[in-house]
């Protein structure tokens, strides 16, 4: 006989729950229908974005190039302190064996006294803080206990001084390697939206780019403005003789540059010392006005001093503006201008 089991009727509780998953389904349809497409940038956007990278790797880049400034300078000092050391450890040796030699003159006598055995024994610093035993040296075994006292303190300031150093230099290592990839990642996010643009695109930027470098003299009006100091005239010359040179983050010539890598260089060709960095250049000599400004003073950029190039005349400056660019003339109310400084 044939079973006429009525059907199992769903809980409410799974029709609720099924109900409730079609409506969300429905209703994540029609969001995905309705949503816009997300929108490419346009070129100008994306040249606002790239411009605002650059202009981060170049702040990152002024402060590698103060932590690669600061790592040769110790470097330096920690070659000179251990030059110092390796003579002043020979100087020591010289004292020791003179002692040594007026030991074995004595022994040879049967004379030695107890003040050279104790000398030969142990730290002299012990002998010449019991005052009491003075009287059983010389006044030349004195003289040279004293010396030899003087020079271990010397060497062992001088070596506590190496070993600061050295610490020192291995933060400086440290920080250096965060700046470069902190460089080498904003150039890298600023190529790939470069890379998002169309052919046209970046053909359109090319020339706009390109627009903005020419860098023949005779197509930049210089004006009359009065020339600067001789030193800072010569070394407008020098960097003027580097137009149409890469910008190259970290870089000081002589084929390559970056903002502050062109003024150090030009001002070393001038036979003139400055600092390596921006924030250190706009500290260097006297600051001046825009009013006052002659061709070959410097000129600073942006509230944090991170960039900077030459005053140029008329209204132009001469520098090495950010990665993808060569040194050029450009307006300088194309950066927000600080102040001049006249080396």
Known sequence: MASHRRPKQPSRARVTVLTTAAAAAVAISSQAANAAPSEKPSKDEVKAKVDALYEQAEQ????????????????????????????????????RDAMGLAAAA?????????????????????????????????????ESLKKIQEKQRELAQQRAEAADKLKDLSSTRTELGKK??????????AQKLLNSLSAAEKAALAAEDARASRSASDRVDLGNTAPGTGRAMAAFQAAQSKIGSPYVYGASGPSSFDCSGLTSWAFAQAGVGIPRTS?????????????????????????DLHHVGFYA??????????????VRYESINNMPFQFGVRI
């Open 180 to 189: 470069k990839k902190e460089v080498q990642a904003k150039l890298g996010e």
């Open 279 to 303: 924030q250190a250049q706009a500290n260097y000599g006297t600051r001046v006005s825009m009013s006052e400004l002659k061709v070959g003073d410097l000129v600073i950029f942006y509230s």
């Open 60 to 95: 990152a880049t002024e402060k590698y190039n103060g932590a690669k400034e600061k790592q040769e300078k110790l470097q330096k000092e920690i070659s000179t302190i251990q030059d110092n050391v390796a003579r002043g450890q020979d100087d020591l040796n010289e004292l």
């Open 313 to 326: 005349g008329n209204g132009q400056i001469l520098h090495a503006p950010r990665s993808g660019t060569v």
């Open 106 to 142: 004595q022994y040879r006598t049967g004379s030695i006294d107890s003040s050279v055995q104790l000398f030969l024994s142990a730290d002299p610093d012990d002998y010449l803080d019991k005052a009491s035993a003075m009287d059983q040296l010389s006044a030349q075994q004195v």
